[in-house]
């Protein structure tokens, strides 16, 4: 069975900086696309960021373009999200997961294995 595990996830101070992370357990990590989303309270869980299988192709969401970067370290079967200028509306559970094909996609139904979620915390 195939499981991601995030991590990374802390309090940060508005303006500071974050790095998550997400390791994926099968050997074929390398043919998916991958992507992360975010649920703050009371909200839905929306896309943030996703990456190509290969690490040619990536996706932002408006609201952390230039801000945040995904990339992927097929060695490690690891994917990252650096999260750069921190604002408190940042504040939620990350949650990473498995595209089913190999690019990135905007859509929760586009990925069929998540992570636990790891939480981020932003103060101003």
């Known amino acids: 069975q195939v499981q991601l595990v995030e991590s990374g996830g802390g309090s940060a101070q508005a303006g500071g900086s974050l790095r998550l992370s997400c390791t994926r357990s099968?050997?074929?990590?390398?043919?998916?696309?991958m992507g992360w989303f975010r649920q703050a309270p009371g909200k839905e869980r929306e896309f943030v960021a996703a990456i190509s299988w290969n690490g040619d192709s990536t996706d932002y969401a408006d609201s952390v373009k230039g801000r945040f970067t995904i990339s992927r370290d097929y060695a490690k079967n690891t994917a990252y999200l650096r999260l750069d200028g921190l604002k408190p509306e940042d504040t939620a559970v990350y949650y990473c997961?498995?595209?089913?094909?190999?690019?990135?996609?905007?859509?929760?139904?586009?990925?069929?294995?998540w992570g636990q979620g790891t939480q981020v915390t932003v103060s101003s």
């Open positions: 099968a050997r074929t990590f390398s043919y998916y696309g």
């Open positions: 997961g498995t595209s089913k094909g190999l690019y990135a996609r905007r859509g929760i139904q586009d990925y069929d294995t």
